[in-house]
């Protein structure tokens, strides 16, 4: 057997030792937040027991390919084999370089750009462990409260997260009969037409001319609050008053106004009545967003008492989009909790001379229905007086509508009596929802926040080309830079360190080897599994010295110039391994 084959199949036992280990450690290492949620599920997921078994193995890999070069060259291979007395072993061991070169590049891969990436998908994992768990809890909670819709929502996300359980079909079974017992009781009717729906969504692009005339279309037809609308809108859009509009006005109003004496019956004039104040709150909400959310839980009410109602019919779905650019649904927010994101961010969201403002996000998620933030914090302060913020809020959900950071949830069943009870608090600890309109202004892109916010703690979860351009981008999202400069030097050294590493076991192993030539002596062979375990602790203390000159270097000097010397002493330990290797002479 040549000595390449040698190598190999020592690279190979060592290889399958070190993975059948991990094997047995993995169940221990994974998704540990919410066991009882994933063994409920039938078990650890397939997928995550192989990226993790994965990603410890790479974990050891260095380990395991210096244990190689050792146990090789000092146990296994025959001076025979390397070439005759007094030749050099360099020139006898050309293709285990290349497989070494092979094997670094293929560890560079990993930690370069692979392994932040598992590691990212693992964290996942666990969320998702996570949340399932609470979303069971919470579901049984509001189906104790009778919020049937919410919870069947959460079990619903619960089964998708950990599969079906005898617990969760139960909280899922009463759910639905509740919420078929709830639609029992309203009458279900068609949905407007599509010409009723399209009648305030083209109203914004119309000119003030055709507002009116589409005003007086409906005034004429009857549809006094279309009219009433319209003639609102054309007064708005109109850059000159509008004497005509304000007729139009005026006459819808007062028709609308002798609406309720037409109407006999109590129960009619009370429900003509509210539809008015509805209305009324729609009209305002376009400026005041309470009211907004006020008609929103108004028209839901009335829905719920008359949906075939051709007024409520028209004006719902208008009322719904105008809620939406204010605000968002504390259940769709908590429907899309779980989907893999980010976490652990904190940037610097505004400095100026007057103000400070540094937002602080639990978990940010981005999909095609809008960017949820969870659990976020905003602290702003007087840059002369930091002492006493101006303001300082908890939120436990957010999402980002264009440049606005809206933190304004509202449930989907309210009570337009008692809004407060409808909306998910913001936790003040200085200033009162009254202070706070409801939105902040992102100064960033979400997508620089959700690549780069996310602190020393979370750079260990981006690729080397992500770390090379860090540096910059923290500048502007407020972050100190030195911590991004050593995560990047960091890496670099862990990447060439691997064959520092490999070439030095092979080194070592033949200065062993060349102390007997003949069968190992026992002791030697009882020495490995302690050699072993003194190996893997010199690789740890290793790291753990690389670590602290990659936090000297972005410390003491720039980047640029810690990227070279870097490369230099990376450059010169290669060589000094080389030099050591070309020294070494076969002697049999």
């Not at 993790?52 to 050891?60: A, G, M, P, T």
């Not at 072993?89 to 370089?97: A, H, N, Q, W």
């Not at 933190?407 to 936790?427: I, K, M, N, S, T």
Request: aromatic share 10%; with cysteine.
């Amino acid at each position: 057997m040549t000595v390449t084959r040698r190598y190999g199949l020592v690279v190979g036992l060592l290889s399958g030792g070190t993975l059948i280990g991990a094997a047995l450690m993995v169940p221990g290492r994974a998704v540990l937040a919410a066991p009882e949620v994933v063994f409920s599920g039938g078990g650890l997921p397939v997928g995550v027991f192989l990226l993790s078994l994965i990603v410890l193995f790479f974990e050891i890999f260095p380990v395991v390919v210096a244990a190689a070069g050792l146990f090789c060259f000092s146990l296994v291979v025959s001076p025979r084999e390397i070439g005759p007395a007094g030749s050099g072993l360099l020139p006898g061991i050309p293709v285990i370089l290349v497989v070494v070169v092979a094997l670094g590049v293929v560890n560079g891969i990993w930690v370069g750009a692979l392994a932040p990436l598992a590691e990212s998908r693992l964290r996942q994992e666990e969320h998702r462990a996570i949340t399932a768990r609470n979303a069971m809890a919470e579901a049984e909670f509001l189906l104790g409260q009778g919020d049937d819709q919410g919870a069947e929502e959460l079990l619903l996300l619960h089964r998708t997260l950990a599969g079906e359980s005898e617990a969760s079909s139960e909280l899922l079974r009463r759910a639905r009969s509740l919420r078929l017992a709830r639609e029992e009781q309203r009458r279900v009717v068609g949905e407007p037409s599509l010409g009723e729906v399209r009648r305030f969504a083209s109203a914004s692009s119309l000119t003030a001319a055709d507002l009116l005339a589409r005003g007086r279309d409906y005034f004429e037809a009857g549809d006094f609050f279309s009219a009433h609308y319209f003639a609102t809108r054309a007064l708005e859009q109109s850059s000159f008053p509008r004497e005509d509009a304000r007729v139009l006005r005026a006459e819808a109003l007062n028709a609308i106004e002798r609406g309720a004496l037409d109407r006999r019956g109590a129960e009619d004039r009370r429900f003509y009545q509210d539809k008015v104040t509805a209305y009324q709150a729609f009209l305002q909400g376009q400026a005041v967003p309470e009211r907004a959310l006020e008609a929103y839980y108004r028209f839901q009410d009335l829905q719920d008492r008359r949906p075939d109602d051709p007024d409520v019919r028209r004006f719902a779905p208008e009322v719904f989009r105008q809620v939406q650019e204010i605000s968002f649904f504390v259940e769709t927010a908590r429907a899309y909790q779980t989907v893999p994101g980010r976490g652990d961010l904190v940037f610097l969201n505004r400095q100026d001379e007057t103000v400070l403002e540094i937002i602080q996000v639990d978990h940010l998620v981005r999909i095609r229905e809008g960017d949820f933030f969870y659990g976020l914090e905003v602290l702003r302060l007087d840059p002369a007086r930091p002492e006493e913020p101006i303001l300082h809020l908890r939120a436990p959900y957010g999402i980002a509508l264009g440049d606005q950071l809206i933190l304004r949830a509202v449930r989907r069943q309210g009570d337009y009596q008692d809004q407060a009870e409808a909306r998910v608090p913001l936790f003040f600890y200085r200033g009162s929802p009254d202070d706070f309109e409801g939105a902040l202004r992102l100064h960033h892109s979400v997508e620089s926040i959700a690549r780069f916010g996310g602190g020393p703690g979370a750079f260990h979860l981006l690729t080397l080309p992500e770390l090379f351009g860090l540096p910059r981008i923290l500048e502007r999202l407020g972050q100190p830079q030195r911590f991004a400069r050593a995560a990047a030097l960091f890496r670099v050294l862990r990447m060439g360190g691997f064959f520092v590493l490999a070439l030095a076991g092979i080194s070592l192993g033949w200065c062993f080897r060349s102390r007997y030539l003949g069968r190992p002596p026992l002791a030697v062979l009882a020495m490995v599994p302690v050699l072993i375990w003194a190996l893997w602790w010199a690789v740890a203390l290793g790291r753990y010295l690389v670590g602290s000159v990659a936090d000297l270097l972005a410390r003491e000097v720039s980047f640029s110039t810690g990227l070279l010397l870097v490369a230099v002493g990376l450059a010169g330990a290669v060589l000094a391994v080389m030099t050591s290797l070309a020294r070494q002479e076969v002697d049999l």
